[in-house]
């Protein structure tokens, strides 16, 4: 079976560090974009970024640039996206999710969710 | 532009066929995805490409596009096709930057 598992559930205090991953299983990890994908509380979903864990290939949306950084370890199949220090402005379900074709995300993980509170 | 918009709410009759559209200028150049997400749950994909859609989505869920808009048909909508509908397609710069719409939220009466 093809998947996407994403890690458990954060609380964070402001200024914390964070890292989640994603780890894939059941097809060939390194062929396929990984991308990142933000909802907040009651809101849509926004892209963040995408990595193509063959050779780490990253890019950005403009409007987490700066703001997350976008990893892969492809000897253990996995993703990751980290902060280096947290707002409260970052709690919100974070999936990870495989594109095929031009735009499309077939599978997705089950979603993490960071909360950010003092 | 690297904006996607969509209708913030549509409802439906049982039975009845529901469009779903998003325009963009990026629709000009690439085809439009199309997500369902219940509450609680992960996005789904239900249409990507020309008119594709993945294994186990039901044949009523199709896709079309013209100019700058694309448009999601549910013919014959179920109780169980309500949740929130987004869009995504590329960036019109070209690269592999993605943009989503707002979403839809569907009601079916």
């Known amino acids: 079976e093809v998947q996407l598992v994403q890690s458990g559930a954060e609380v964070k205090k402001p200024g914390e560090s964070l890292k989640i991953s994603c780890k894939g299983s059941?097809?060939?990890?390194?062929?396929?974009?990984i991308g990142w994908v933000r909802q907040m509380p009651g809101k849509g979903l926004e892209w963040m970024g995408i990595i193509y864990p063959g050779d780490s290939d990253t890019r950005y949306s403009p409007s987490f640039q700066g703001q997350v950084t976008i990893s892969a370890d492809k000897s253990i199949s996995t993703a990751y996206l980290q902060w280096s220090s947290l707002k409260a402005s970052d709690t919100a379900m974070y999936y990870c999710a495989r594109r095929i074709g031009e735009n499309a995300f077939d599978i997705w993980g089950q979603g993490t969710m960071v909360t950010v509170s003092s | 532009s690297s904006e996607l918009t969509q209708d913030p709410a549509v409802s439906v009759a049982l039975g009845q066929t529901v469009r779903i559209t998003c325009q963009g200028d990026s629709l000009r150049s690439y085809y439009a995805s199309w997500y369902q997400q219940k509450p609680g749950q992960a996005p789904v994909l239900v249409i990507y490409g020309k008119n594709n859609r993945p294994s186990g989505i039901p044949d009523r869920f199709s896709g079309s596009s013209s100019g700058n808009t694309a448009s999601l048909t549910i013919t014959g909508a179920q109780a169980e096709d309500e949740a929130d509908y987004y869009c995504n397609s590329r960036d019109s710069s070209g690269n592999h930057y993605v943009v989503f719409g707002g979403g839809t939220k569907l009601t079916v009466l």
């Open positions: 059941g097809y060939s990890f390194t062929s396929y974009w």
